[in-house]
């Protein structure tokens, strides 16, 4: 960019200096007019065509393969859920994190649950809407291992700028393990029939979100694997332990317009030992 404007502010100084060293009359009205239609008309006008030419096949949309990996992503007010579909396989549900393998195309199926958001990956792929109604695809390939920042792109509400999340990137074997392993989750922190779990029933927690083994709900993100992202509440902050108590008592003010009620009679100690149930679930 720096350089197209040095190219510009150069060649707009050349012509100023000719122009005023040439005397008056120097062209005819005629020659004038012949410079204004071919520099000004014809050669732009080929040398942008050509170009549009033969960058044309480079935007098709890649094509995938019936094989490839299927995963839908739906923006929520203000959170991503998550659903892989590897093809002849049971599907696999998760929330605010997006794991795709290293070297192969991914199908992404773009939707909306309530209000137009965007999916925005800056370090993977191009921005595309997520309306509600209709599904976008988005094809990705990642070429390196890691994790990349994710955010949602379209004004959807008062928390649109805490909602974000973490695309990671990973080998191709480890990716398939650990698909694998999510397709037989394990109880939360190893059991249901803990204190956790029953402040989590208790409080109706579950009648939003979904735990293995305890409730299915899908209103809220799926919390069965809350301990293995780095990130709560949608990329908004770390998942500290104190992060965590906070959000669990008062969601709607640590992140404005949340859709999850606070719990204000609800004690720190019953909000700790949520928490800590919740951060064994990876
Ligand atoms: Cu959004």
């Not at 040439?22 to 239609?37: C, D, F, K, P, Y």
């Not at 480079?58 to 299927?70: E, G, Q, S, T």
């Not at 990716?175 to 249901?192: E, H, M, N, Q, S």
């Not at 402040?199 to 993100?221: K, Q």
């Amino acid at each position: 960019m720096v350089l197209g404007a040095v190219v510009i502010a150069g060649a707009l100084g050349a012509l100023m200096v000719v122009a005023q060293r040439s005397r008056e009359g120097a062209i005819t009205h005629r020659q004038g007019m012949r410079l204004v239609l071919w520099a000004g008309g014809v050669v732009p006008t080929v040398v942008l065509l050509t170009l549009l030419i033969s960058t044309l096949p480079a935007m098709r949309p890649i094509a995938v393969k019936p094989d490839d990996l299927r995963i839908t992503v739906t923006g929520e007010q203000f959170w991503w859920r998550v659903r892989y579909q590897p093809a002849g396989q049971p599907a696999v549900g998760d929330a605010n994190e997006l794991r795709v393998p290293v070297g192969r195309d991914v199908e992404l199926l773009l939707e909306a649950g309530d209000v137009l958001h965007s999916f925005w990956v800056p370090g993977l792929a191009g921005k595309l809407d997520m309306v509600p109604g209709r599904t976008n695809r988005l094809v990705v390939h990642a070429t390196r291992a890691g994790r990349f920042r994710g955010q949602c792109a379209e004004f959807c509400g008062l928390s649109h700028a805490l909602m974000a999340f973490d695309v990671v990137a990973m080998e191709p074997a480890a990716f398939d393990a650990w698909l694998a392993a999510r397709r037989t989750p394990a109880p939360v922190g190893g059991d249901v029939g803990g204190e956790g779990a029953r402040l989590f029933a208790a409080n109706g927690c579950g009648g939003c979100h979904r735990v293995a083994g305890l409730s299915d709900a899908t209103i809220g993100p799926d919390l069965t694997h809350l301990g293995s992202r780095p990130s709560l509440g949608a990329g908004m902050q770390k998942r500290t332990h104190a992060n965590l108590v906070r959000f669990i008592r008062e969601a709607p003010t640590a992140k404005p317009g949340a859709r999850m009620p606070a719990y204000p009679q609800m004690t720190n100690e019953d909000a700790a030992t949520i928490a800590r149930w919740l951060e064994q679930s990876k």
